[in-house]
């Protein structure tokens, strides 16, 4: 059971971050290409979702993989680097 002063201390960060993220608009503030391909990417997962097709994978389900495969270095890999390395394409 937490402390009413750890509580209290939990509600404050919370509150600082929704702030935070409220003041930055991180996604307002990208140029338009990198919201389109969001979009885009967005859009392939969510139809390989609907369709049980085998690829385009997150790159949630291609760590997970590489994890299985006990991949060095795939921590600070992003999405392309892990396909390029599991050889996805």
Do not use: W
Not at 19 to 36: D, E, F, H, I, Y
């Amino acid at each position: 059971m937490a402390t009413r002063k750890q509580t209290q201390a939990a509600r404050k960060n919370v509150r600082k971050a929704q702030k935070g993220a409220q003041q930055k608009r991180s996604l307002a503030n990208m140029p338009k290409a990198t919201k389109t391909a969001l979009g885009k990417q967005g859009a392939a997962v969510a139809q390989r979702k609907r369709t049980g097709a085998s690829g385009p994978k997150t790159r949630a389900e291609l760590y997970e993989e590489a994890k299985r495969r006990n991949l060095h270095g795939r921590s600070k890999m992003g999405r392309d680097e892990l396909a390029r390395a599991l050889g996805h394409g």
